[in-house]
């Protein structure tokens, strides 16, 4: 079944983003991934159905490579989903995943802070998710879509940090992108995400 673009999540352009960053980021980064996807998954069919996999193996194959590149444009594609799902709010800590941040890092000044640090610390994308394994919130970071994901972790707030996301509004300053960011987040959605993740 083929994927479709999700529309960005809001009518008004995020403060400290500008229309053409958020155009280059959602409508041409964004549905590249989603287009890529769907390209890949057409051509796995095939091999999924009964098709020769004969040749399969870890150093190059046919499937090696759809199924590498899958995973990085799955990725791309839910990243950026969860990513533009955490804009345009409000800003103000509230409700059950605010208290769930105060609990687990002691404050919520303690969590911006370091969750900021963990943005300047990875390469691609810094991401708080609900671990069902250990039943507790944790912070992983991705250099790169395919990289750094945590099986059995479920995304909550995810913050893209690669250079598209800001390069065009801050130049190199990464730092103020981050805090710009931090000050808008959805907290309505964000409430939504961790209910459903922490079940």
């Known amino acids: 079944m083929k994927y479709e673009p999700a529309p960005l999540p809001f009518s008004k352009t995020p403060e400290g983003i500008s229309e053409k960053t958020l155009t280059i980021h959602h409508d041409k980064l964004y549905v590249g991934y989603v287009n890529k996807k769907n390209e890949i ?6 091999l999924m159905q009964g098709g020769d996999v004969a040749s399969a193996n870890q150093s190059y194959s046919e499937l090696r490579a ?3 590149g899958l995973t990085f444009s799955a990725n791309g594609t839910y990243l950026h989903e969860w ?5 345009a709010g409000a800003g103000v800590p509230q409700g059950p995943f605010a ?7 002691g404050s919520m000044e303690n969590f911006l802070k370091f969750f900021a640090a963990a ?3 990875a390469r691609g994308w810094a991401v708080l998710a ?3 394994k250990s039943q507790a919130l944790q912070v992983y970071i991705g250099d790169a879509h395919n990289q750094g994901g945590v099986w059995g972790a479920v995304p909550v707030l995810v913050m893209d940090v690669y250079e598209h996301a800001y390069f065009l509004d801050y130049g190199s300053d990464r730092k103020a992108y981050i805090e710009s960011y931090l000050k808008q987040l959805n ?7 961790y209910t459903s993740a922490s079940r």
């Open 41 to 46: 998954e057409e051509k796995l069919l095939p």
């Open 66 to 68: 759809l199924l590498d």
């Open 83 to 87: 990513y533009f799902e955490s804009l």
């Open 99 to 105: 208290d769930a941040l105060i609990a687990r890092f």
């Open 119 to 121: 943005g300047m610390a």
């Open 130 to 132: 609900w671990d069902t």
């Open 187 to 193: 907290w309505d959605r964000l409430n939504e995400l």
